[in-house]
């Protein structure tokens, strides 16, 4: 049972635009979500985080956007460089709780056209 | 500050063989997690150790094993390799915050069973 899903494998998007990656779960006990970049032979990157009490975090050229009654968080990338191309995962723990135990999603392959 | 340093970067080993992979934790994290990249899968959690304790573990079989020595370092090890172990390793350390713990990524272990 995947407890956390990227629905969409691929995404391409013009440099410039707005990239959107989303994400949805199905745990109603996740209370914090992180987003990761990989690129390929290097181990993910922390991008940012939220935790279940705010519903938008910001940190330059990204936003992380949480809707806890549809259980969907969205990446926002704005604007979007060729540099950001890579696959993005999406993760969610029980943080508040102390567990270290991180559920991923399999991942989004972001495209950026130059 | 170093990073998660993680040792071989890429093996190759022979089915039925067993491996040994080393994680140099971020220095001042105590809690190092394991996790298994496969394509299509996503990063699955391995198990996670914390003072030497593993507190949590994953759906692996027993084949899958790890220990942390009391400088936190740790070491994960695959018994009776298998040709579907083939995957990248990666190691994890935890920094504790006020909202939840983020995990920093080693550049991974490449396993390759041939």
């Known amino acids: 049972d995947q407890q956390v899903k990227q629905n969409s494998p691929s995404l391409s998007v013009q440099e410039g635009r707005i990239s959107i990656l989303n994400c949805d779960y199905t745990n109603s006990m996740f209370d914090y979500f992180l987003w990761y970049k990989k690129y390929p032979a290097e181990g993910p990157t922390f991008l940012i985080s939220i935790s279940s009490i705010k519903d938008k975090n910001e940190d330059g050229r990204f936003t992380v956007f949480l809707n806890k009654s549809a259980k969907h968080l969205s990446l926002h990338i704005v604007p979007s460089q060729p540099g950001d191309s890579a696959v993005y995962f999406c993760?969610?723990?029980?943080?508040?709780?102390?567990?270290?135990?991180?559920?991923f999603g399999t991942g989004t392959r972001l495209k950026v056209l130059a | 500050k170093a990073g998660v340093t993680q040792t071989p970067r890429y093996l190759i080993k022979t089915r039925g063989q067993q491996v040994t992979l080393s994680c140099s934790p971020i220095?001042?994290?105590?809690?190092v997690s394991w996790y298994q990249q496969t394509p299509g899968q996503g990063l699955q959690f391995l198990f996670e150790y914390f003072s030497e304790t593993q507190r949590n573990k994953g759906n692996f079989p027993g084949r899958f094993s790890g220990r942390q020595f009391s400088n936190s370092r740790s070491e994960m090890n695959v018994s009776t390799l298998e040709l579907g172990d083939s995957a990248l390793y990666l190691c994890?350390?935890?920094?504790?915050?006020?909202?939840?713990?983020?995990?920093?990524f080693g550049e991974g272990s490449w396993l390759t069973v041939v």
């Open positions: 993760a969610a723990s029980q943080g508040a709780s102390g567990t270290y135990k991180y559920i």
């Open positions: 994890a350390s935890t920094r504790t915050g006020s909202s939840g713990n983020t995990i920093y």
């Open positions: 220095s001042g994290h105590r809690s």
